[in-house]
């Protein structure tokens, strides 16, 4: 009895804040003269705080159109805009920065939208070694991190020294399919120095003896293995976006539509970070990855809690930062 009653009071206040919320929602497009799409677009300066009330704003209308517009095919946004402006009744001549704040905002959501689904199909598509093009791109990535050392064979313990965990990578790319060997090629072809630098750290023991010119000192160094843990920060990536928490970053660093160069370069800023993460954590050993990569992802998760937080969209990841806009 007392479960009913407390779900019937649940209801009712549900029900009532909903009426009451409407009611002053009415009362204040009556006092401004403005319905809620203008005062978001009006009080909020374009990027994550504002495409995000936008968002919000059409997800819990209860106009069909409204609704609808945030699925809708990017070709078809300008005219979804119109069709906003028609049903609110805004001249466009007299509100025509309204337009085009609502059509970036929108134009964002419907592209996070496609990244999300362009992003899945890769980390659904397993690395088959019987396709050319996968195969060429594994050399590829080869070539780039160890440019003056030929591979003596396809199937080779080699790649270990790459921070593969067997004589074959194929088998290492089956939880994230594609999308990890193309993060890892993205790194090591745009910011190779970077990942040259985290390879040869990766490399190293744990702690090593460093003779400087006043003093011996050890310095502690990553000791991991790097495609492994490139894989391992690509799942990581990949959930910040599906769970939608990279909105943050993506809203405030892409002007219209966030790509797939964006998430890429997302990846290449969480590598460099994770590995001065896994340095300032100076973990005993491998075997404590999982507690150091939950207690990375919280933290990032609480930085980009802050609508105007966004990694800084340099192409560089040497260059990468967290700013507060």
């Known amino acids: 009895m007392k479960h009913f009653l ?8 549900f029900l009532y804040c909903k009426l009451l919320w409407r009611g002053l929602k009415f009362v204040v497009r009556k006092f401004t003269g403005r319905c809620e799409l203008q005062r978001i677009c009006y009080n909020n300066k374009h990027g994550a705080r504002r495409t995000l009330k936008i968002e919000s704003s059409l997800r819990y209308s209860k106009n069909g159109l409204l609704q609808s517009a945030l699925s809708v095919h990017p070709d078809k946004v ?5 069709d906003i402006m028609a049903l609110k009744k805004i001249n466009p001549d007299t509100n025509p920065q309204l337009g085009i704040s609502l059509q970036a905002s929108l134009l964002q959501i419907v592209g996070y939208r496609s990244l999300v689904m362009e992003v899945e199909k890769l980390r659904r598509e397993p690395y088959d070694c019987e396709n050319a093009e ?4 594994l ?6 991190l160890r440019p003056d050392t030929p591979l003596t064979g396809r199937i080779s ?3 270990c020294e790459i921070g593969f965990q067997g004589s074959d990578p194929k088998t290492d790319f089956r939880g994230m399919g594609l999308l990890g060997l193309h993060n890892l090629l993205y790194f090591a072809e745009h910011d190779k120095a970077t990942a040259l630098q985290m390879l040869n750290d990766s490399l190293q023991p744990k702690h090593k003896y460093v003779k400087t010119l006043h003093l011996n000192v050890y310095h502690t160094m990553a000791n991991y293995s790097f495609a492994i843990v490139g894989i391992n920060i690509t799942d990581l990536a990949h959930s910040l976006l599906v769970s939608g928490a990279l909105k943050t970053h993506l809203y405030n660093v892409a002007p219209e539509m966030p790509s797939l160069l964006h998430f890429q370069q997302t990846f290449c800023y969480l590598m460099q970070e994770f590995h001065r993460f896994w340095i300032e954590e100076d973990p005993s050993d491998i075997m404590e990855f999982n507690r150091v990569r939950s ?3 919280r933290r990032i998760l609480r930085q980009l809690k802050n609508p105007d937080m966004a990694l800084c969209p340099h192409f560089s990841a040497s260059d990468l930062h967290l700013v507060n806009l």
């Open 78 to 82: 300008e005219k979804t805009i119109d």
């Open 295 to 297: 207690k990375f992802h």
């Open 157 to 159: 313990k080699q790649w």
């Open 139 to 144: 050399m590829k990535l080869w070539k780039e």
């Open 134 to 137: 996968h195969e060429d791109t």
């Open 6 to 13: 407390r779900v019937v009071t649940q209801f009712f206040v």
